[in-house]
């Protein structure tokens, strides 16, 4: 985003340390005036209100997004009126929570699987929102070439996750676009 558009990023991870993520960015070609990171929790950010134009989540809205409330609580609040909201996240094509194909349980155990749904558990979550409207939610359109991506890569959940993909479990596994927008306080 700062590379490709110029936008200025704050980069937020729980996990990630602040230092290393600078000396990546900083291997890129980025300053920090570009982008900043920043170690917190998604469910305690600590940002002025009304901070973000708009606010990029990959690959993580499904560990703190579960719940309900949390958009209107503690995401929300951090987004400027008419400001988006876009998420990227592992899902299902269709839930099958009430009988996970053995493929899936290769690599994932079911209580890590409890993070995966399909698009319409996602806009039920979502439609709860009395600060953010549903502009778009459903299945990545390059879904299979960010599978094929991670699968290449050297970490160790991306080489466990071969597991699975290799026995067939892609027929099940998607990646889930949300796109919101936040709702005017005057509306």
Known sequence: LAKEYGFTVYATDLWCDPENNRRFFEEMGLSETQVTPVRA??????????FFDAVVSTD????????????????????????????????????????????LLLSWTPEQMDYVHDADYWRAIVSHSRSAEIVEIGELE?????????????KKYAVSDRKSMEAGAGKYLNFVKIVLRKKSAQA
């Open 142 to 154: 390059s879904n299979e070439e960010v599978w094929a991506e991670w699968l290449k890569q050297d």
């Open 41 to 50: 929790d998604a469910t305690a950010l600590p940002f002025e209100k009304e």
């Open 60 to 103: 993580s809205y499904n560990f703190f997004g579960l719940d309900p409330d949390y958009l209107d609580q503690k995401l929300l609040p951090f987004v400027r009126d008419g400001g988006y909201i876009y998420i990227t996240i592992p899902g299902m094509k269709k839930d099958c929570h009430d009988n996970l194909p053995p493929e």
